[in-house]
């Protein structure tokens, strides 16, 4: 991948990204330069539903379950979780199969503590393969969820020969591209379990909202899609006593689209619905699948009763490729403060006041709505303003009463930010991040090449600070395991007030190009960096990163 030593010239050729291969695609088919010129709002393609949709703020808001521990001793606590099959009703009256961590869409949310350890063991009674990764966690390699790393459910073939398999022989050979058997790559590194498998995760990082979801290897987006995805909030006592709205007053918003069939079951238009054999979707969706039903903890344009006070929302954009920008807005036509106080690792420096807030895929935000000047009876709509019709449209709060509140926003949330700079970097990388060719098909990649668990793409070593220069065709949310980093600069310029604090993702517009700068801290071992527009990311579109 393109590398070279601080100080050496970049062509301003490279810097904008054009020339680059670009693929031809239907639905992307734009050269960067006229991607810049246009911008186009959305990557994807809507699937539309083929059941009437039921209207909007009708479904109460609900809230995912906390999980229940079943140790808390020894200075850690240990959750147990079971992927499987269920039913449940998302749209009024229609009953939906899912899959689900312990039964639940999303799944339960996790509560932990800043250098608290965590140990999930999570059990796979579902019909493919899984992996989960913890999405935000500074966590060890054999814990991070590497895409090779399966956890074989009861009864799936036993794979061949290579690389380490806890317990049942070995790992699988030949690639799971298009047509090859049962999705297994040749990855002599690759540690597979069966049934059972542990995940450690010591965070030691600061508070933020994190989320767990499912990252097999050519089949993360469907499977996120199937309902695979759930929180993990990490706190400490500094954040706890800075006053913030708290207890109901905090809400998760974990946003998300999806499509339905005739059937009520979820659409998708995987080119193999098993998700056994072929990766990737159909023609039109190679850009990405974007629902027409937003989701909202799981209900379709749910309504919130709030009293007239301050309320923290944590924001997690879940969908696999839709980006909104979010506006609060009232009946009476007034757009609310949005008072960001975190960023995807956590609290900033000092508040940042939004009117709009775009959020790309995986993306979190962490900010504070004050609703004491809506009159009790009022209604605060959230607005996507990149939806049109029924997409526009993600939930609404209802303000039932007028009520005391003790809550506030400091200025100084936060004084442990890092603050690197380019001084501090030792190398500067760049990226590309465009369509190609996968398997001879349309595909995503980096740098030219697709993803391959086998090769190696990216070393760094441990506690070096590096910069990358990334470069995008199309929306490509790029996201790093390991590390959160800073954004320096978008396309030469300042970055956007919505860059500000520490990042795990970052947003590449249309022929944009962003720096970013970080240090590859915590543990040595195998990680990833992607793009989390999940279709992209199962279609090529993922590197390893080896910190040494
Ligand atoms: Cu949210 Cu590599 O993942
Ligand atoms: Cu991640
Ligand atoms: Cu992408």
Same mark, same amino acid.
């Given at each position: 991948?393109?590398?070279?030593? !601080? ?41 539309? /539903? ?41 749209? &009024? ?62 009864? *799936? ?14 790992? @699988? ?24 498998? %542990?995940?450690?995760? &010591? ?7 994190? *989320? ?49 069939? #005739? ?9 193999? &619905? ?11 969706? $190679? ?6 039903? $937003? ?19 944590? $924001?997690?954009?879940? /969908? ?8 609060? !807005? /009232? ?27 775009? $959020? ?21 709509? !959230? ?13 609404? +709060? ?20 890092? #603050? *690197? ?22 595909? *995503?990649?980096?740098? @030219? ?41 978008? /396309? ?28 590859? %801290? ?6 990833? +960096? ?19």
């Amino acid at each position: 991948m393109g590398e070279h030593d !601080v100080g050496s010239g970049m062509t301003r050729r490279r810097m904008l990204g054009i020339g680059g291969t670009l693929g031809s695609m239907a639905v992307t088919g734009l050269s960067a330069s006229a991607a810049m010129a246009r911008r186009p709002a959305v990557t994807g393609a809507l699937l539309r /539903s083929a059941i009437p949709l039921p209207p909007p703020f009708q479904v109460p808001l609900p809230i995912p379950a906390v999980l229940k521990p079943v140790s808390t001793a020894g200075g850690a606590d240990r959750y147990e979780i079971t992927q499987r099959e269920a039913t449940v009703e998302i749209l &009024p009256g229609v009953r939906t199969p899912v899959w689900t961590y312990e039964g639940t869409f999303p799944g339960p949310t996790i509560e932990s503590r800043s250098g608290r350890p965590v140990t999930v063991t999570h059990r796979n009674e579902l019909p493919v393969p899984t992996v989960v990764h913890l999405h935000g966690g500074r966590t060890p390699a054999a814990s991070d969820g590497y895409p090779t790393d399966l956890v074989l459910p009861e009864g *799936w073939p036993d794979p061949g020969h290579g690389g380490h398999h806890r317990g049942h022989g070995g790992h @699988g050979s030949g690639h799971g591209g298009h047509g090859s058997g049962h999705g297994m790559h040749h990855d002599p590194r690759a540690v597979v379990t069966r049934l059972t498998r %542990d995940y450690t995760f &010591p965070l030691e990082q600061r508070p933020a909202l994190l *989320w767990y979801h499912d990252h097999r290897m050519d089949f993360t987006a469907p499977a996120i899609w199937r309902g695979l995805a759930g929180l993990q909030i990490v706190r400490d006592d500094a954040e706890d006593a800075l006053g913030l709205p708290a207890g109901r007053r905090e809400l998760p918003l974990v946003i998300m689209d999806r499509s339905f069939a #005739a059937d009520g079951g979820l659409d998708y238009p995987a080119l193999d &619905p098993t998700l056994r054999g072929r990766l990737g979707v159909r023609e039109p969706y $190679i850009g990405g699948v974007l629902g027409d039903v $937003i989701l909202v903890n799981g209900a379709p344009w749910p309504v919130h009763e709030v009293d007239a006070v301050r309320y923290r929302l944590r $924001i997690l954009n879940a /969908s696999n490729a839709r980006h909104y920008e979010l506006e609060a !807005v /009232s009946d009476d036509g007034r757009r609310l403060d949005l008072v960001q106080v975190g960023a995807d690792q956590g609290l900033l420096a000092a508040p940042v006041t939004h009117r709009v807030l775009p $959020i790309a895929p995986a993306e979190r935000y962490d900010v504070v709505i004050d609703f004491s000047g809506v009159p009790v009876g009022g209604r605060v709509r !959230v607005v996507n303003r990149l939806g049109s019709g029924r997409t526009r449209e993600v939930m609404a +709060f209802r303000v039932a009463r007028k009520a005391a509140d003790g809550s506030r926003i400091p200025r100084v949330l936060s004084g442990d930010l890092p #603050a *690197w700079r380019r001084s501090d970097a030792v190398r500067v990388r760049d990226f590309s991040f465009r369509a190609g060719r996968l398997h001879g098909d349309h595909g *995503w990649v980096i740098d @030219g090449l697709p993803f391959d668990p086998a090769r190696s793409d990216v070393t760094v070593g441990l506690g070096e600070v590096e910069v990358w220069r990334l470069v995008a065709d199309v929306h490509h949310p790029v996201h790093l395991h390991l590390v959160g980093f800073r954004i320096l600069s978008r /396309s030469g310029r300042l970055p956007l007030p919505h860059d500000a604090g520490l990042k795990d993702t970052v947003a590449l517009r249309p022929g944009e190009s962003a720096e970013i700068i970080t240090r590859f %801290d915590g543990y040595r071992g195998r990680y990833l +960096f992607h793009c989390h527009n999940a279709e992209h990311e199962d279609m090529g579109m993922m590197a390893n990163l080896e910190v040494v």
